[in-house]
């Protein structure tokens, strides 16, 4: 016999697989995770040229680019 659980959150898989060792049903349990993240597509309506050009009035090397990231302090 086949039986298929789909559980949507990652701690509701944990609170079955808990209650199947209780429950002395683990052993004969095979559990294979099929788990795949939500993933939410970016807005294809934004116009990314906006950004280009926003350094043309203050320009800026790779080195101070580097230089000012080490300076950051927490």
Do not use: C, F
Not at 19 to 30: A, G, M, R, Y
Request: negative net charge.
């Amino acid at each position: 016999m086949k039986l298929t659980i789909e559980i949507e959150e990652p701690e509701e898989l944990e609170k079955l697989i808990t209650w199947l060792h209780e429950n002395n049903l683990l052993s004969q349990v095979s559990v294979k995770s099929t788990y795949q993240p939500s993933i939410t597509r970016g807005d294809k309506t934004l116009d990314p040229n906006g950004l280009l050009g926003i350094w043309k009035d203050n320009p800026r090397t790779l080195e101070e680019i580097h230089q000012a990231a080490w300076e950051r302090t927490p």
